[in-house]
């Protein structure tokens, strides 16, 4: 059996992307909804709150107002999400680089759908320092490797968005100028 022909992949890379995307962007809006009270900055400042002073305050205003129970919900909601927007980067990187036709871009999509894999085991990671700090187990350690891991995360995932628009910019361009390759 001979492998798919490029159109035909290309065609599959298109429709990961869009249905992977979608799915992410819809799965975002329910657990916003869902985990209300609780805001993705209230998560993303508990990931990078550094201290254990700060993620103790954190804890003790979230149990007063509410939001304790729905911050421990999201670190498993979480690993959902990180599946998502795992393989809505990946591919997106892969199918938009693909889009412009430039081998050179072609390459370094490919390598920036496998960096995306270092976000997500950073993510992993991260969250289980998150869950830890969450049920009491808080040390200096956790709360530190929380935030380490979450800066690398961040940037691997705008690095990856980044190249992610330089593929459309440059495709784009190549369409108004007539020059596709």
């Not at 599959?12 to 819809?26: K, Y």
């Not at 960096?115 to 991260?126: G, N, R």
């Not at 380490?148 to 628009?165: D, P, Y």
Request: charged share 15%; with cysteine; hydrophobic share 50%.
């Amino acid at each position: 059996m001979e492998p798919p022909s490029w159109p035909a992949r290309f065609a599959r890379l298109r429709q990961l992307f869009w249905l992977f995307l979608l799915l992410t962007i819809g799965y975002m809006i329910w657990v916003r909804n869902y985990l209300s009270p609780l805001s993705s900055g209230d998560i993303v400042q508990f990931e990078i709150a550094k201290t254990v002073s700060k993620a103790q305050t954190m804890i003790q205003d979230w149990k007063l107002t509410g939001k304790y129970d729905q911050m421990v919900k999201s670190t498993y909601f979480a690993y959902i999400f990180m599946f998502l927007y795992t393989i809505a980067i990946g591919v997106g990187c892969r199918f938009i680089s693909a889009c412009t036709g430039n081998e050179i871009m072609i390459k370094g999509g490919r390598g920036f759908a496998w960096l995306i894999l270092v976000a997500t085991i950073c993510d992993v990671i991260e969250n289980i320092a998150l869950s830890h700090t969450l049920n009491g187990n808080i040390s200096q350690w956790s709360v530190s490797l929380a935030y380490n891991l979450a800066r690398v995360k961040f940037s691997i995932v705008i690095v990856c968005l980044l190249f992610m628009i330089a593929c459309f910019l440059y495709w784009g361009i190549n369409k108004l100028t007539g020059e596709e390759e």
